[in-house]
């Protein structure tokens, strides 16, 4: 300040100033190549979102190619019913700019949804592509707008003869929905300043396969008004409108086919529309549950077991108690806190099953006991995965159910303006439209219902064929589990269902024993045959005796894979360690067991006892890394030395984040490649133990000669 007058700040001052904004700014932004393995978030705008808008985007052009086809201003010629179900009406022509405009727009709504094709397939860079997609839309937004803000202020129709065409509402809905998808993908490009993910569009080619889909079928629609115009005399809105009722199966009955080759054109029409319309509820079906399980159910499933892995507390005391020994304290030195971090970081770099595998190997511990502590384990991970099971089910239903409401209730609020209808009377008309009920009591007739309603409908339906899956999976199949159980004790009763049911209340089934053994006494029977002097009943002969004795009965007596017999953890952990001949038995048996679960179908789930079988024979090979489950348990001493690392075969803790039970694959499905790579594994045993006792053989015979020749 000079002579008490602020200084006067130059360019030159404020050019740091903004040189820090901008260096703020662009600290926020951190873009990642197109490939690379850092973790990914905001799944909506990474997934979701390029997906609706590749599905949307035909829908977006469509409606513009109705609004560019038609003129956007109709007189009426009479308010009966005309071909069309509605009023006879006929269009005049439009200003030559608002054509010409119109037809850019068009273009650009085209070419944008090219580029965002050509996104998806990689054809072209993420950082060109959709810059040009959301630039495109935005001015295919921008002229439509203009055009009908301007059209009704300088060129309006002028009533009450004349009135806003099926065109001009396309018009604005096309305006809409470029608007929409191009707000959608601009925070999809955000996600990417910000880092969030890489610059390309992580889908599968299911999903892609999806867009294919869903393209096709908006063509299809395109094709058929073009089609039905010409041949039942209406226009080619109120033609897009007869083939997507048609297609949709509701058959309102406002618009038909009052000529011979207008109905022999209806049924491969309808045919092929409604198989591509299946195809895509089924694509946009599994879409759904798939990110819905990948970014809903999993976060789910990875609390759920952290929760317990934090809990497992008989773990933490194991390693408490290394940890003691490495620092010399006494096990109670050591906190909760430094137990758990322990824990974490052993579980992260080196199998849980070492500590267990080195005390049961050291003897401290008895085999069965480990066991015992690891099915409790076993357990806790298989209760996460029922609580999964349902709260997947129900999750899905309740979001289902969130959707078909908005659906239904916001699309009953833009039918009761448009329409002649009470809202009560468009929520009717949605009900029936949605279940494709179709009574045609209620049908949309006015010139802006009529694009909402193919718009609407498209979206709609697909919502209502979801929600019943998911009623199928959850309300249906309650009911039909109900039905069957009432059924096995009224209609058809199952053997022994009432004797069970009874088995819950003691002093009913004594007062019943006590009566069946009086009238037994009445009729001469010996109380107790087959009792023993002890009193205790006999039981025949023992699984394990009855399994040897069919074991030994030959290849003709051979039990199918459902009827391997079901071991104790005591018998299991008494198990001798098998000869190698026995071994590859095992391995033959067990692989056509899970082969046959495979082939089913079916998502089968092994019971611990089943599981220590199996890995006891997929960990075999090296003596230094027993599994937890059968290994280290059984303390089994296999006679190979082959490390299993090499190979692949994975060490897993139950409820760790690297457990079997948390596979994208099912139960037999893992079991059985595990198993194969455990053949593989011991054939290349077996071979080079072979090749090792030639060697030996030739060095011996060799070595003696030698002596001979001395």
Known sequence: MKNGSPTRQTPMDDAPARSSLWDRLASQFHMRPPEDDEPQSWWIASTAIPLVAAAAGPLANVMSIVALVMPWRNQILSRKDGPAGNWIQVGYDDP????AVNAISLVC??????????NFTQAVRYIIALPVTIILWFLATGMLSGLTAALSIYSPPIGPTDIYSQAYWSAVIAAILYFILSLILMI?????FLGRYPQHFSLTDEQRTLILQMTAFVVWLLIGAAIFQRVLGISFADGLYFCDVTVLTLG???VTAETSVGRGLIWPYAVLGIIQLGLVVGSIHQFAREVHYDNVVRKHIEQKRQSTFERSIPFNEVHREDQAQAKELPPAALTREQTNISFH?????????NTI???????HRPRLLVMREEKDRFDAMRAIQYDTMRFRRWNDLFISIIAFGIVWTCGAVVFWKLE??????????????????GYGDFTPQSNAGRPFFVMWSLIAIPTMTMLISQMSDTIVAAIKKSTEKLSDY??????????????????????FQNREEKKRIKRGFQVGTGADVTGEPDEGPSTAQTDKDVEQSGPACSPPPTDHPHRTLEELARDRNPSPYELAQQLAFAIRRTSHDVREGKRKRYSYEEWVEYTGLIQFTSPQSRPTSSGAAQGQDRSTSVDEDEFGVLNWDWIGDNSPMLAQQTEPEWILDRLCESLVRYVSTQEQARADAQEEATLTKERDLGIEDS
């Open 96 to 99: 030559l700019w608002v054509t």
């Open 109 to 118: 709504g085209i070419v944008g949804n090219i580029f965002l094709l050509l």
């Open 188 to 192: 999809n490009m955000l996600g990417y």
């Open 252 to 254: 309102f009955g406002d």
């Open 345 to 353: 970081r052993k579980h992260h770099h080196q199998p849980i099953r």
């Open 357 to 363: 595998q080195a005390l049961a190997g050291g003897g």
């Open 420 to 437: 002649e209808m009470t809202y009560f009377e468009s929520l009717y008309f949605c009900f029936c439209s949605l279940i494709t009920i």
């Open 490 to 511: 009224t209609v058809m009763p199952r053997s022994g269902a009432y004797k069970s049911f009874l088995g819950h209340f003691p002093f009913i089934m004594r007062f």
